[in-house]
């Protein structure tokens, strides 16, 4: 469990659910003291700054290495709490992973330049239509648009 709870919280990082991870991870961790859920917040928010695009030299040893520090916070979590406390934590711990499951993250990863001319269109990274789904694009290429009606985007686009 504590293993795909730190996976849950890297993944969400930087996606559209990452508002509703971070609140849920705060809550898991503070047990009900505000001072505790404040500081899981800027804990995860750390996480999340480490995990944006060009903060790390590698990105992939830094993405381990997030992942590695929130399992380890969620085994010390679940190995310090009681019998009844523990098992409360763990159906809110698979509360987190189904929800992290069930928004469907959309991965745009190193891609290349959308180039659009003369009222194209071009997109290098998400484009989908509808919402509820977490996206995330890291490292897309450039975006030109040149000619009247043209649009490019480097990114994510939600129609």
Same mark, same amino acid.
């Given at each position: 469990?504590?293993?795909?709870?730190?996976?849950?919280?890297?993944?969400?990082?930087?996606?559209?659910?990452?508002?509703?991870?971070?609140?849920?991870?705060?809550?898991?961790? =503070?047990?009900?003291?505000?001072?505790? &859920?404040?500081?899981?917040?800027?804990?995860?928010?750390?996480?999340?700054?480490?995990?944006?695009?060009?903060?790390?030299?590698?990105?992939?040893?830094?993405? #381990?290495?997030?992942? =590695?520090?929130?399992?380890?916070?969620?085994?010390?979590?679940?190995?310090?709490?009681?019998?009844?406390?523990?098992?409360?934590?763990?159906?809110?711990?698979?509360?987190?992973?189904?929800?992290?499951? @069930?928004?469907?993250?959309?991965?745009?990863?190193?891609?290349?330049?959308?180039?659009?001319?003369?009222? &194209? #269109?071009?997109?290098?990274?998400?484009?989908? #239509? @509808?919402?509820?789904?977490?996206?995330?694009? !890291?490292?897309?290429?450039?975006?030109?648009?040149? &000619?009247? @009606? #043209?649009?490019? !985007?480097? =990114?994510? !686009?939600?129609?």
């Amino acid at each position: 469990m504590a293993a795909a709870g730190g996976a849950a919280v890297v993944q969400a990082a930087g996606t559209d659910a990452w508002y509703a991870v971070r609140q849920r991870v705060a809550a898991l961790f =503070g047990r009900g003291d505000a001072e505790r &859920g404040r500081a899981e917040l800027e804990r995860l928010d750390r996480t999340a700054r480490a995990l944006e695009p060009d903060a790390a030299t590698d990105p992939d040893r830094e993405l #381990s290495r997030q992942e =590695g520090m929130w399992q380890e916070r969620f085994e010390v979590l679940l190995e310090s709490l009681g019998a009844g406390d523990r098992e409360r934590a763990v159906q809110d711990l698979r509360a987190l992973l189904a929800f992290v499951a @069930g928004a469907g993250d959309d991965t745009a990863l190193a891609t290349g330049n959308a180039l659009a001319r003369d009222g &194209g #269109s071009a997109v290098t990274g998400v484009k989908r #239509s @509808g919402g509820g789904r977490a996206a995330r694009a !890291v490292n897309t290429g450039a975006a030109e648009a040149t &000619g009247a @009606g #043209s649009s490019a !985007v480097s =990114g994510i !686009v939600a129609e």
